[in-house]
């Protein structure tokens, strides 16, 4: 059937239409096409031309930039210093060992050093940048930087290396970073990319350990060009990391500055001051210390050797993972756990006659003579052993274990050091499993005297104080904030004591230092606004009584303090541990008043805050004192 004409010519239409519109199409995409044909040929010419001279586009990382960490007050702590390096690329060196013997002729390098280049760099990928030299002069960068057409491979770079401004001041604290080692790789699941570059840092211990991902940041990275002799033509581009967080401590460097001088005459030793309102630990000292750089910089043997095999430990943090038993110190929490069993009241008295005879054996109070009648008040004013033993006989083992937990000790605090230990708050389970023997009575007259196996540390001891004067669940707190963002106060709930107990403890500590007879009112200090409250401790480490001027150092007792102030309105909590430093009156509780009156006045105290007896001395310590900064006495213009 024919078509009608008005069909015919519709149809003719359209297909015109659809005929424009696919020419149309066409004649566009080849104007893109050779608009960019001539943008590839003609504009990047240049850069296509030295891309087919066999040069190869390269994937490098950029090792974030370390977060830095200050002092409660914005004193830095932990910075990063620029230096100068050399690195290599084994994949783009070729041979390494030819190109090392030229780079010896432009910078100094040992044979030990260059045998543990190669050493590493087979041990590692071949595209992983290894950095042959660091801390170079400027002098040996720019002979590089001339002679790098012959060197392949090798690139003179401008670098960031930690360090410790302060030294040695904190370095238990902060710690130290280190290079990654196979050992820290083989702790990890999925170990982050960076970790595998040759030489790269982490840290070892300390904050700078506990907090090295926060600290580490994240890692960036760069597309470089390198021609067919391994040289670096140009970088193309690169993605920027993100740097680590900045961290602030609790901690005052002026005080921390103190704490650490004063230690350091100890021999060994270790303090804890904390604040008693929010938990923030305000001065962490460990004596002896150590240059936390030299481990950075790669400590030599023989330092290293003479850090390890020193008796007194410089690299032991001995405030946090020192235990020691408490001795007297723990009388507190004997007679809270008896107060709240309710077997004895702190007005009732029991007589010591020098000792407390239980199962056909004598155990003897310090004072041989004995102390007569004594209750709550007088027995820790004058450290009454016989009284606690009598405590402990009516109270328990296991209620006062259950207190010491309560106060903190027998726990392993959340704070982001190194080793922190849990220490022993001894119950009759424990003894079963670990000596396998059933408690005996004279297990409990031990431990309510903090002897026996009751073993604490400076940490804990300054915990339990705190608790003891704000009758809160305080919790120690290291961490002041995270790139400006203030970390959170634990513990600020009530401990659940009795306020009649804890008042009548406050009161008999504030005894022990400030009335005539108790054992540490030759360490007493005098402004009454600033009176402090304390309990000295002597532990014994052996088992036979001699005088501890007869035996060796490490055969003495140790000496502990702790204390609070001021008594009316408590701000701090310090322990003090010295080991092997006899009794806690004359060693540690000396030092103890020291710290406090630091911490109280924030400068040197004047000598009027000293019993005129003690003034003299007092002058001479402070001059033998080796301060980092530049610490003021009290109304003084003497520095």
């Known amino acids: 059937m024919r078509r009608p004409p008005r069909d015919t010519e519709e149809s003719v239409r359209c297909i015109t239409r659809r005929s424009l519109l696919m020419g149309g199409v066409m004649v566009g995409t080849g104007a893109v096409l050779g608009g960019r044909m001539r943008y590839m040929q003609v504009d990047q010419a240049d850069a296509f031309r030295l891309l087919a001279e066999e040069n190869r586009i390269k994937f490098r990382l950029i090792p974030p930039t370390r977060g830095l960490i200050f002092d409660r007050n914005g004193t830095a702590l932990a910075e990063n210093e620029q230096i100068y390096r050399i690195a290599i690329v084994p994949e783009d060196a070729g041979d390494v060992e030819m190109v090392l013997a030229k780079l010896r002729t432009l910078i100094p390098m040992t044979d030990e050093e260059v045998e543990e280049a190669v050493k590493d760099m087979r041990k590692a990928s071949p595209f992983l940048e290894y950095t042959l030299k660091d801390r170079l002069t400027w002098e040996d960068v720019a002979k590089v930087a001339v002679n790098a057409p012959a060197l392949p491979g090798v690139t ?63 890692a960036g990275n760069k597309r470089i060009e390198v021609n067919a002799s391994g040289r670096v033509m140009r970088e193309l581009g690169r993605q ?94 004997t007679v809270l756990a008896a107060m709240e069993a309710g077997v004895v009241t702190a007005g009732e008295h029991f007589s010591c006659r020098g000792h407390k005879e239980v199962a056909g054996r004598k155990f003897h109070c310090w004072k041989r003579s004995g102390h007569g009648a004594m209750d709550l008040h007088d027995a820790i004013k004058n450290s009454c052993d016989v009284y606690f033993y009598e405590l402990a006989l009516k109270a328990g083992i296991e209620n006062i274990t259950a207190m010491a937990n309560r106060l903190g000790l027998g726990e392993r605090h959340d704070v982001p050091m190194s080793a922190v230990a849990r ?70 709930d009530p401990l659940g004591i009795s306020p009649t107990a804890l008042t009548q403890i406050r009161k008999a500590m504030n005894a022990v230092c400030n009335e005539s007879g108790g054992t540490a009112y030759r360490s007493r200090i005098l402004p009454r606004e600033m009176r402090m409250a304390g309990k000295t401790g002597t532990s014994q480490v052996r088992s036979v009584v001699v005088r501890n001027q007869d035996v060796p150092w490490e055969q003495r007792d140790h000496a502990l303090f702790v204390g609070f102030a001021p008594y009316d309105d408590p701000k701090y909590a310090v322990s003090v541990v010295v080991e092997h430093g006899g009794g806690g009156s004359t060693a540690a509780a000396p030092v103890a008043r020291d710290i406090m009156l630091q911490a109280l006045y924030g400068e ?13 001395e007092v002058e001479q310590m402070r001059k033998g004192l080796k301060l980092r900064g530049n610490t003021r006495v009290k109304g003084s213009d003497q520095a």
């Open 423 to 492: 220490g022993l708050t001894p119950t009759k389970a424990w003894k079963e499993a670990n000596y396998d023997q059933g408690w005996v009575l004279g297990d409990s007259l031990n431990a309510s005297i903090g002897q026996g196996f009751v073993l604490t540390s400076p940490m804990q001891l300054a915990v339990m104080t705190a608790r003891l004067a704000s009758g809160t669940q305080i919790a120690p707190r290291l961490i002041k904030s995270r790139d400006g963002i203030e970390e959170p106060i634990i513990g600020t």
């Open 604 to 616: 040197l105290p004047p000598l009027e805050a000293y019993p005129s007896r003690d003034r003299w």
């Open 240 to 333: 920027e990391g993100e740097a680590g967080a900045d961290i602030q401590l609790t901690i005052d460097h002026g005080l921390q500055d103190f704490v650490q001088a004063r230690l350091e005459g100890q021999l060994a030793a270790a303090a804890v001051v904390m604040d008693v309102r929010n938990g923030d630990l305000l001065a962490v000292g460990s004596a002896p210390s150590f240059d936390p750089n030299k481990f950075v910089r790669g400590i030599s043997v023989s330092d290293y050797k003479e850090l390890t095999e020193n008796k007194y430990r410089p690299l032991a943090n001995k405030a946090v993972q020192g235990l020691y038993p408490p001795g007297s110190t723990f009388k507190m929490v």
């Open 156 to 218: 003179p770079e401008v670098g960031l290396s930690r360090v410790y401004p302060l030294s040695e001041e904190l370095a238990h604290v902060i710690g130290y970073v280190g290079r990654v080692s196979d050992y820290d790789l083989s702790k990890l699941e999925n170990p982050d990319p960076l970790l595998q570059t040759p030489k790269f840092q982490i840290g070892k211990s300390g904050v700078e350990n506990k907090l090295e991902l926060p600290l580490r940041g994240k």
